[in-house]
């Protein structure tokens, strides 16, 4: 790696902080979602309310399993909550803005993502109970389909700057954002976003139909943990797609920053309002459509992508 644009104590406290705040805004965002769906007014309650619930759940009793695994247990939300940090510090906010931006930042990219693969499966085996350890083993099972789907639409992306580094592809939009001339790749790096983040239609791990699936046996702070780890890591994947896909920080009149967050809370809010307004897809029909529907989409975007910058 080179080119770490912001030192290590710096970045550490930038990272944290975006991760932290993201999270909760996703907690906000989610509860104003519900409501609009649901017909009931917004109150200023969803504002405070993911505070007072947090504040609950950590001074709840925690519930234990008959001999878990209490490291794993304890480790996979930390885990989860680390890949999401990582995934973001090659993540461009602004000019100059980053932690590492590096000329292997998709790379680095993809690796915090197939790792979080190990994460979400240990936090299912840890408990020592049946309904988490199924939902390990299933997104195990699908897990494959979104990293592939992955793999073609960042790669595409990085064809027109002719690097892997995400701040490379943010300036090479400065013409054309990459969601005009590769129109496939955003619908398709959202679906990614549901799939690691199991949100909405692919909610297939801490799913209803398994009880809570992962998360069933969870209590106390490894439950607020899990669940602070999915909202950061849906902030770095939303961060991902802005710079990749809308031009990061490029943008007229407002301050670059501004733009990569509002471009941020477009995908955020995109995704969460998937959650209140699809169904859940089945794992069996998911795999089915991702092997042959949305990975020939996925190549024939990097085809293309190819072909044009030739």
């Not at 054309?176 to 692919?202: D, E």
Request: charged share 10%.
């Amino acid at each position: 790696m080179d080119a770490v644009t912001v030192g290590t104590g710096p970045a550490v406290v930038l990272i944290a902080s975006v991760l932290a705040i993201g999270a909760y805004l996703v907690a906000v965002v989610d509860r104003v979602l519900f409501a609009l769906v649901a017909g009931r007014p917004v109150l200023w309650s969803v504002v405070t309310g993911p505070a007072r619930e947090a504040a609950a759940v950590a001074r709840r009793q925690p519930v234990t399993t008959e001999a878990p695994d209490r490291i794993l247990w304890v480790m996979a939300p930390a885990a989860y909550a680390g890949l999401a940090a990582m995934a973001l510090s090659v993540v461009p906010l602004g000019p100059g803005l980053a932690v590492a931006d590096v000329r292997t930042g998709i790379v680095v990219f993809g690796a915090a993502e197939a790792l979080a693969i190990v994460a979400i499966f240990l936090h299912g085996w840890a408990p020592n109970s049946a309904l988490p350890l199924v939902a390990g083993y299933r997104f195990v099972g699908v897990a494959l389909s979104y990293e592939l789907l992955s793999m073609f639409v960042l790669i595409a992306a990085a064809l027109p700057a002719e690097s892997l580094s995400i701040g490379a592809i943010v300036a090479s939009q400065e013409p054309v954002w990459n969601v005009v001339r590769q129109p496939l790749g955003l619908p398709l790096f959202l679906i990614v976003t549901a799939g690691v983040t199991f949100t909405g239609p692919l909610a297939i791990v801490d799913s209803p139909d398994l009880a809570g699936g992962g998360a069933a046996e969870d209590s106390g702070v490894v439950r607020l943990a899990w669940v602070g780890a999915r909202a950061a890591m849906l902030v770095a994947f939303s961060a991902a797609a802005a710079a990749v896909f809308l031009g990061g920080w490029l943008g007229p009149v407002l301050p670059p920053i501004v733009w990569m967050a509002l471009k941020t809370a477009a995908v955020a809010v995109t995704v969460l309002a998937s959650r209140h307004l699809l169904a859940r897809v089945s794992p069996e029909r998911f795999v089915h459509i991702a092997w042959t529907v949305l990975l020939p989409l996925a190549f024939a975007d990097l085809a293309i992508a190819g072909v044009v910058s030739l």
